[in-house]
C-alpha cells in the first residue's frame, strides 16, 4: 500500500521557504467531544487539493478551522508564515476566501450586488466603492461567466449559476487560498461539472490555491491532483491512486469499493458494490484470504512500531478495540486488516466487547502493546486473559526504554512482571497488575523488542 | 437586452425570471424616483398633520405663521394670535414627534430584519415592548402624579430604561460562550416578554391605584403620541437622529449578514461584536421612540418591507428610505387617528395595525419562499 505518510512540519522557520498553508498537530473539539486529533497538512501555492472522508469526520470542521472561524484546540494553523490568531479578520479575508455548500438569501439581491460585497475587507465599512473595487467586481463576473446575469436576482438563478455566482463573490477578494466546502453537493451532474471545471481554470490560470471538500471520490479523483483523506485527522495525503486504495476507502468509510480505471477515461474510478451478486463476489474473494490471525491491543501510541513492523513484513492483523482519535486508531486504519472502534474518550462498550470476543475467537496471537490500562480499557486484558488460558500465543511488548534484557520464559515471575513496566502503567488500583501476573503465569511471553514479534507471528502464520 | 442574449445563449430561462429580471431593473430606474417622492412626502403629511383637528387651519396660514417662527420672512398676522400658539405648541411637536417615532421604529424594524435574515421580524422582538410597558405600569401606579401626557412624567423615562433594560438582560441571558446565538436571542425574547407580562399583570391586579388610572393605561397600550411641548420632542429626536445615522455607517454590515453569521464573518467582520452594535442600536431607537408614543405595532415591520420591494434589499438606500417613509406613515395614521372622530382622538395603533395587519398577511400569504430563523 502506497500512502504518503503525514508530512511532518516539525517548526519550520517562519523566515524563508514556508507553505502557504501549514497545519501543525491541530486537535480541535467541541466541548469534551473531539472532532479530530493531531492533524497536520501543508499546501503549497499553486496546489489544488481535494479533500475527502466520510460524513462527520471533521472535513467542515477543518475548513471552518482554516478560515478562522473556529480555534484550534490544540495546536496551530500557520498561513503565509504567520499564525492563523495573529491575522485580523480584514486581513485574512484578503488572502483566504471560503465558498459555503449553499446560500439561503433572505433578501432579493442581485448577483452584481452579492458579488460585490465580496469587496467589503477593501472597501470598509465606512467607505464607499471606487472604479478599482468595480473593475474587480466586473472581472469576477467575467471570469466566472456570471456577468450575464449581473441585474438577475440571485434567488432566482439556477444552483449551478449560484454556485458560480458564489465563486465570483470569493473571487472579488482577490484571495490566494480559496476554501471550498463541498461546492458540488447540491447540484446535479451538469453543474458539477461546470463547477469544478471552472475552480480548475482558477487554479491554473489564475494560480489560486484551492483546498476543496469533496464528497463525490470520482470527481474528487478526475480534478484534484492530490487528494487528502480525513477521518478524525489525516489519515492517507498523496495522489489519487495513492490514496483511493479500495481496502483504505472501506475501512474509512465502512463500504466495500472497488477502484479502477474505466475504459476510455484517464481518471480513478471508484465503485461501491453495485448488484447483490457483486457484493457476493468481493465476501467470496475475501472469505478466500485467510482471516488475520494476528490481534493487536495497543493505545496511545504504544501500538505504533509494531504495527508498522506487522505491515511491513505483509502480516495481516487485527488491531482494537481503540478510541476513535486515538493515534493508533488512526494508524490502525492505515495498516490494520480491521479495526475495532470505540467512540472517543469513551470506555469499552458492552457492544465493543461482544465484538473484540469474536474476532479474538479466530486469532491464533494476541500481541498487548505497553499502553497505559485504566478503568475504560481493563477489560482487554481480562479478554487476553482468556485468549491465554485456551492456550494461545499471548505476547507482551515491553516500553521501549526497557528491553535492555533478552526477552525468555526462564526469569523469575517477579522480575518478569517488573520488566512489562505494567505498574507505571496501571491506573486501575492494582487490578491491572494482578491481570498481568496471571497472563504471565498462564505462559503469556514478554517481548522487548517488536521485531521478535515478526518471527514468533510468521512462525505461526 | 443582456437578458435576451442570455437566454438565448444557454437553456431558456422560465418566464417568470425574465419578469423578475424586468422588476430589478425597473427598480433600479424607480429608486431615485422613489426617494424623490418620499422627501416630497414627508413635508406634505407634516403640513397635512399640523392644518388638520379640531380646528382646520388652511395651508397657507399654517406656511405664514411657520415661515414668520423661522424669523426669516414676516407675514402681516392676518389671523387669529391663538393659531400661532396651537400650531408651535401643540401641534408641529405632536406631528415631528410621530414623525420620529416612524422613522426610528422603521429603523429599527430594518436593523432587527437584517440581523436575523428574517424579512418579518419586529423592533419588538427582543422583549422592548414588554419592557417598556411595564415601566409605563410603574410609573403610572407610582404614587407621584404622573398624568398621562405631562412633560416629562415618569412614564417615558420608566418606559424608556424599561425597553433597554430588557433587552440588555435578554442579550445576557443568550450569551454563551462568547457566542449570541439568533436562536437563543429570539427564545430568551421570547421568555422575557412572557415573564414581563406576568409581572405587568400581578402589579395591576395587587395595586389599588391601578383602577384610576387603566383608562390612561389603556391607551398608552395601543400606542398615542404624547407630546405637548419641545422637549421631550428635542431629546427623542436628537437620539433616533443619532440612531438612525449610526444604522446608516453600518448599512454594508446588514448587506454582509445576509450572507449569515459565518459568511460575513468570512468576508473579515467580527461578527458578535456587530450583532451587539445592532442590537444595541434597534433597541435604542425602539425605546426612544416608545417613549413617547406607547406601544405602536406595525410601522416597524410594513414599513421596510413594503421599501425593500421598491428599491431592494441594500440596507443603507433601505435605511434613508425606511426612516422617510416610517415617518410619513406615522404622521398620517397620527393624522386620522386625531381627525376621524374628532374631537376624541383614537389611538394610532389602532390605524397602524388597521392598515399593516391585512398587509402583513398578505406579504404571508403571498411569500412563495419560506422564511428561515439561520
Same mark, same amino acid.
Given at each position: 500500500?502506497?500512502? #504518503?505518510?503525514?508530512p511532518?512540519s /516539525?517548526?519550520?522557520?517562519?523566515t524563508?521557504?514556508?507553505p502557504?498553508?501549514d497545519?501543525?498537530h491541530?486537535?480541535?473539539?467541541? /466541548?469534551?467531544?473531539p472532532v ?5 497538512l501543508q499546501l503549497?501555492t ?7 472522508g466520510p460524513? /462527520? ?7 471552518? @478551522?482554516?478560515?478562522g472561524?473556529l ?5 496551530e494553523?500557520?498561513?503565509q508564515?504567520?499564525?492563523?490568531? =495573529?491575522?485580523r479578520?480584514?486581513e485574512?479575508a ?5 465558498v459555503? *455548500?449553499?446560500?439561503?438569501m433572505?433578501f ?5 450586488? $452579492?458579488v460585490?460585497?465580496g469587496r ?5 465599512? $465606512?467607505g464607499?466603492?471606487?472604479? *478599482?473595487d468595480?473593475?474587480?467586481v %466586473?472581472?469576477?463576473?467575467?471570469v466566472?461567466g ?5 441585474e438577475?436576482?440571485?434567488?432566482e438563478?439556477?444552483? /449551478? ?5 458564489l465563486?465570483?463573490?470569493?473571487l472579488?477578494?482577490?484571495p490566494?487560498l480559496l476554501?471550498?466546502d463541498e461546492?458540488?453537493?447540491?447540484l446535479d451532474?451538469?453543474?458539477?461539472i ?10 491554473? %490560470?489564475?494560480g489560486l490555491?484551492?483546498?476543496a471538500?469533496m464528497?463525490?471520490l470520482?470527481?474528487a479523483?478526475?480534478y484534484?491532483p492530490?487528494?487528502v483523506l480525513f477521518?478524525?485527522?489525516v489519515?492517507a495525503?498523496? !495522489?489519487?491512486?495513492?490514496v483511493?486504495?479500495p481496502? &483504505?476507502?472501506?475501512?474509512v468509510y ?10 476510455g ?6 465503485v461501491?458494490?453495485?448488484s447483490r451478486?457483486?457484493q457476493?463476489a468481493t465476501?467470496?474473494?475475501a472469505?478466500?484470504?485467510p ?8 493505545g496511545?501510541?504504544?501500538?505504533e512500531?509494531v504495527?508498522?513492523?506487522l ?8 488491531a482494537?478495540? &481503540?478510541?476513535?482519535?486515538? +493515534?493508533d486508531?488512526?494508524l490502525?486504519l ?5 479495526v ?8 469499552l462498550s458492552q457492544?465493543?466487547?461482544?465484538e ?8 491464533e ?9 485504566g478503568?475504560?480499557n481493563v477489560?482487554?486484558?481480562?479478554e487476553a486473559?482468556?485468549v491465554?488460558?485456551?492456550g ?7 516500553p521501549e526504554t526497557v528491553?535492555?534484557?533478552?526477552s525468555g520464559? @526462564?526469569?523469575e515471575?517477579?522480575?518478569l512482571l ?5 505498574a507505571?502503567?496501571?491506573y ?9 501476573e496471571?497472563?504471565? *503465569?498462564s505462559g503469556?511471553?514478554?517481548? +522487548?523488542h517488536?521485531t521478535?514479534v &515478526?518471527?514468533l507471528?510468521?512462525v505461526?502464520a | ?14 418566464a417568470?425570471?425574465?419578469v423578475?429580471?424586468?422588476a430589478v431593473?425597473?427598480?433600479h430606474r424607480?429608486?431615485p ?6 422627501? $416630497?412626502l414627508?413635508?406634505? !403629511?407634516?403640513?397635512a398633520?399640523?392644518?388638520a383637528?379640531?380646528t382646520?387651519?388652511p ?5 405664514q405663521?411657520?415661515l #414668520?417662527?423661522s424669523h426669516l420672512?414676516h407675514?402681516r398676522?392676518s389671523?387669529d394670535?391663538?393659531?400661532?400658539i396651537?400650531?408651535w405648541?401643540l401641534?408641529?411637536?405632536?406631528a415631528l414627534g410621530a414623525a420620529?417615532v416612524?422613522?426610528g421604529?422603521?429603523v429599527?424594524?430594518?436593523l432587527?430584519?437584517g ?10 422582538l427582543?422583549g422592548? +415592548?414588554s ?10 401606579? &407610582?404614587?407621584?402624579?404622573t ?7 415618569l ?9 433597554l433594560?430588557?433587552v440588555?438582560?435578554?442579550y445576557?441571558?443568550a450569551?454563551?460562550g462568547?457566542r449570541t446565538?439568533?436562536?437563543?436571542l429570539?427564545?430568551a425574547?421570547?421568555?422575557m #416578554?412572557a415573564?414581563?407580562?406576568a409581572?405587568q !399583570?400581578?402589579?395591576? !391586579?395587587?395595586s389599588?391605584?391601578?383602577?384610576f388610572?387603566?383608562?390612561?393605561l389603556?391607551n398608552?397600550? +395601543?400606542?398615542?403620541?404624547?407630546v405637548n411641548s419641545?422637549?421631550p420632542?428635542m431629546?427623542?429626536?436628537s $437620539?433616533?437622529m443619532?440612531g438612525?445615522g449610526?444604522a446608516?455607517?453600518?448599512?454594508q454590515?446588514?448587506d ?5 453569521? %459565518?459568511?460575513?464573518?468570512?468576508l473579515?467582520?467580527r461578527?458578535?461584536w ?7 442600536l ?7 421612540a ?11 415591520l ?9 428599491i431592494g434589499?441594500?440596507?443603507r ?8 417613509g416610517?415617518a410619513?406613515f406615522?404622521t398620517?395614521a397620527d393624522l ?9 382622538v ?9 392598515i ?15 422564511? =428561515?430563523w439561520?
Amino acid at each position: 500500500m502506497v500512502v #504518503n505518510l503525514r508530512p511532518e512540519s /516539525g517548526n519550520a522557520p517562519a523566515t524563508g521557504d514556508f507553505p502557504l498553508l501549514d497545519v501543525r498537530h491541530v486537535t480541535f473539539g467541541y /466541548g469534551l467531544q473531539p472532532v479530530f486529533f493531531d492533524a497536520c497538512l501543508q499546501l503549497a501555492t499553486g496546489e489544488m487539493v481535494g479533500l475527502l472522508g466520510p460524513n /462527520g469526520s471533521g472535513k467542515t470542521t477543518l475548513l471552518r @478551522l482554516l478560515s478562522g472561524v473556529l480555534r484550534p484546540t490544540q495546536g496551530e494553523i500557520w498561513l503565509q508564515g504567520r499564525e492563523l490568531g =495573529r491575522w485580523r479578520r480584514r486581513e485574512l479575508a484578503r488572502v483566504v476566501a471560503v465558498v459555503p *455548500q449553499e446560500l439561503h438569501m433572505p433578501f432579493d439581491f442581485t448577483v452584481e450586488q $452579492l458579488v460585490a460585497l465580496g469587496r467589503l475587507p477593501f472597501v470598509g465599512l $465606512l467607505g464607499s466603492y471606487g472604479p *478599482q473595487d468595480r473593475a474587480r467586481v %466586473e472581472e469576477a463576473m467575467q471570469v466566472t461567466g456570471v456577468a450575464t446575469l449581473a441585474e438577475r436576482p440571485f434567488n432566482e438563478l439556477s444552483g /449551478g449559476e449560484r454556485q458560480r455566482v458564489l465563486v465570483a463573490m470569493a473571487l472579488a477578494q482577490q484571495p490566494r487560498l480559496l476554501l471550498l466546502d463541498e461546492p458540488t453537493a447540491h447540484l446535479d451532474i451538469r453543474y458539477q461539472i461546470e463547477v469544478l471545471e471552472l475552480v480548475q481554470r482558477l487554479n491554473r %490560470e489564475h494560480g489560486l490555491t484551492v483546498l476543496a471538500a469533496m464528497h463525490d471520490l470520482n470527481l474528487a479523483a478526475r480534478y484534484f491532483p492530490r487528494l487528502v483523506l480525513f477521518q478524525r485527522g489525516v489519515v492517507a495525503d498523496g !495522489t489519487p491512486a495513492a490514496v483511493l486504495e479500495p481496502r &483504505l476507502l472501506s475501512r474509512v468509510y465502512g463500504i466495500a469499493v472497488q477502484v479502477g480505471i474505466v475504459r476510455g477515461t484517464a481518471h480513478f474510478s471508484v465503485v461501491p458494490p453495485g448488484s447483490r451478486e457483486e457484493q457476493e463476489a468481493t465476501e467470496e474473494t475475501a472469505a478466500q484470504e485467510p482471516p488475520p490471525r494476528v490481534f493487536v491491543m495497543a493505545g496511545g501510541g504504544s501500538g505504533e512500531r509494531v504495527m508498522r513492523a506487522l505491515a511491513d513484513w505483509h502480516i495481516p492483523f487485527l488491531a482494537g478495540v &481503540l478510541n476513535i482519535g486515538d +493515534s493508533d486508531h488512526t494508524l490502525a486504519l492505515r495498516l490494520a486488516s480491521r479495526v475495532l472502534t470505540e467512540q472517543p474518550y469513551a470506555p469499552l462498550s458492552q457492544a465493543a466487547l461482544e465484538e473484540l470476543r469474536a474476532a479474538l475467537a479466530t486469532v491464533e496471537t494476541l500481541i498487548i502493546c505497553p499502553m497505559y490500562v485504566g478503568p475504560g480499557n481493563v477489560a482487554l486484558l481480562r479478554e487476553a486473559l482468556s485468549v491465554a488460558r485456551q492456550g494461545r500465543q499471548v505476547l507482551l511488548l515491553t516500553p521501549e526504554t526497557v528491553g535492555a534484557e533478552p526477552s525468555g520464559t @526462564l526469569q523469575e515471575l517477579p522480575a518478569l512482571l517488573e520488566q512489562t513496566g505494567i505498574a507505571a502503567r496501571d491506573y486501575t488500583g492494582g487490578e491491572a497488575t494482578r491481570l498481568v501476573e496471571q497472563l504471565l *503465569q498462564s505462559g503469556t511471553r514478554v517481548i +522487548s523488542h517488536p521485531t521478535e514479534v &515478526l518471527g514468533l507471528c510468521a512462525v505461526q502464520a | 437586452m443582456k437578458i435576451e442574449s442570455r437566454t438565448t445563449a444557454e437553456s431558456p430561462a422560465p418566464a417568470t425570471t425574465i419578469v423578475d429580471a424586468k422588476a430589478v431593473h425597473v427598480r433600479h430606474r424607480l429608486t431615485p424616483l422613489i426617494f424623490t417622492a418620499l422627501l $416630497l412626502l414627508l413635508p406634505l !403629511t407634516l403640513l397635512a398633520a399640523v392644518s388638520a383637528g379640531s380646528t382646520a387651519i388652511p395651508f397657507a396660514t399654517v406656511l405664514q405663521i411657520l415661515l #414668520n417662527g423661522s424669523h426669516l420672512l414676516h407675514f402681516r398676522e392676518s389671523w387669529d394670535p391663538a393659531l400661532t400658539i396651537i400650531i408651535w405648541d401643540l401641534r408641529l411637536p405632536e406631528a415631528l414627534g410621530a414623525a420620529l417615532v416612524g422613522a426610528g421604529l422603521a429603523v429599527a424594524g430594518v436593523l432587527f430584519q437584517g440581523m436575523l435574515r428574517n424579512p418579518l421580524a419586529d423592533p419588538f422582538l427582543m422583549g422592548t +415592548s414588554s419592557g417598556a410597558a411595564l415601566g409605563a405600569v410603574i410609573a403610572f401606579i &407610582l404614587p407621584l402624579d404622573t398624568t398621562y401626557g405631562l412633560f416629562f412624567s415618569l412614564t417615558p423615562l420608566l418606559a424608556f430604561s424599561g425597553a433597554l433594560l430588557t433587552v440588555l438582560l435578554v442579550y445576557a441571558i443568550a450569551r454563551v460562550g462568547g457566542r449570541t446565538p439568533v436562536v437563543t436571542l429570539l427564545l430568551a425574547g421570547v421568555v422575557m #416578554n412572557a415573564l414581563l407580562v406576568a409581572v405587568q !399583570t400581578l402589579i395591576l !391586579t395587587l395595586s389599588p391605584q391601578a383602577q384610576f388610572n387603566l383608562q390612561a393605561l389603556f391607551n398608552w397600550l +395601543s400606542g398615542g403620541i404624547s407630546v405637548n411641548s419641545w422637549w421631550p420632542v428635542m431629546i427623542v429626536g436628537s $437620539l433616533i437622529m443619532a440612531g438612525i445615522g449610526g444604522a446608516l455607517v453600518l448599512g454594508q454590515v446588514l448587506d454582509a449578514f445576509a450572507l449569515g453569521e %459565518e459568511g460575513a464573518a468570512h468576508l473579515g467582520l467580527r461578527v458578535e461584536w456587530y450583532k451587539f452594535l445592532l442590537i444595541m442600536l434597534g433597541s435604542l431607537l425602539t425605546a426612544a421612540a416608545v417613549s413617547i408614543s406607547g406601544l405602536i405595532g406595525f410601522v416597524g415591520l410594513v414599513t421596510p418591507h413594503m421599501l425593500r420591494l421598491l428599491i431592494g434589499p441594500r440596507h443603507r438606500p433601505l435605511i434613508a428610505a425606511s426612516a422617510l417613509g416610517g415617518a410619513s406613515f406615522l404622521t398620517l395614521a397620527d393624522l386620522l387617528a386625531r381627525t376621524v372622530i374628532a374631537p376624541a382622538v383614537l389611538p394610532v395603533g389602532v390605524f397602524t395595525a388597521l392598515i399593516g395587519a391585512p398587509f402583513f398577511l398578505y406579504l404571508l400569504r403571498q411569500s412563495k419562499k419560506e422564511y =428561515r430563523w439561520s
